[in-house]
């Protein structure tokens, strides 16, 4: 299993550029996560689904949108992007097991924006 | 203030020595997980626990749930051990699907 991926690695935006961060993952998890991670601080919450077709905010949704039309695949849209958009994203996948959830990090998106 | 939080926020440390790290919370869980990042962003799970202690290779996890405190220990530390290691709690939005809440992480080097 190659777990969860998420593509591009590495990306600079000019501000108001848009762009799709993809994650997939190959483990049949119904539970999908996007977060951010800015520097010196823990990872925040953007979206979660809990299946396709299933979609919920987080703690910070604000500029972004996400839509689950397969189990495997978790796009991010990042619609008119902005410098507070800089940051480290990471798709995460898991499944319930006795209400602990275990995750599945993807490798991270590196994303700047200027 | 934080629902998490972690201390040291850094850690340095001899190769070979006892390595711990602590983490409170405030809010009520299912279960705690301690993460690690790698110095290349990565992050994988060593542990998800919601009573008592659990054992992998060198690492020991413990929770006190009346207490709300998980400790992570590191035995007999080595310069590979050097990562971000992050205490998550399920809570806040959806958090009965399991949705985390971190803490900030907290730096170990481990030197040779």
């Known amino acids: 299993n190659a777990g969860v991926t998420q593509t591009p690695k590495f990306r600079i935006l000019k501000i108001g550029q848009s762009m799709t961060l993809q994650c997939t993952q190959d483990m049949n998890h119904n539970y999908m996560y996007w977060y951010r991670q800015d520097p010196g601080m823990g990872l925040k919450l953007i979206y979660y689904s809990v299946g396709a077709g299933i979609t919920d905010k987080g703690e910070v949704p604000n500029g972004y949108n996400v839509s689950r039309s397969t189990t495997e695949d978790f796009p991010l849209r990042l619609e008119l992007a902005a410098p507070s958009q800089t940051s480290v994203y990471f798709c995460?996948?898991?499944?319930?097991?006795?209400?602990?959830?275990?995750?599945?990090f993807g490798p991270g998106t590196r994303l700047t924006v200027t | 203030k934080n629902e998490v939080e972690q201390s040291p926020q850094n850690l340095t440390a001899q190769e070979g020595e006892f390595i711990t790290i602590n983490c409170s919370y405030s809010?009520?869980?299912?279960?705690l997980h301690w993460l690690q990042q790698h110095p290349g962003g990565g992050i994988v799970s060593l542990f998800m626990?919601?009573?008592g202690k659990k054992k992998h290779g060198r690492l020991i996890a413990t929770i006190n749930i009346q207490e709300k405190h998980s400790s992570l220990h590191i035995t007999a530390s080595h310069p590979r051990d050097s990562a971000v290691y992050i205490c998550a709690v399920i809570g806040g939005y959806g958090g009965s699907q399991g949705n985390l809440i971190f803490g900030k992480g907290t730096k170990l080097s481990v030197k040779p």
């Open positions: 995460a996948s898991s499944y319930p097991h006795r209400d602990a959830y275990e995750q599945y």
């Open positions: 809010v009520g869980i299912s279960a």
């Open positions: 626990l919601s009573s």
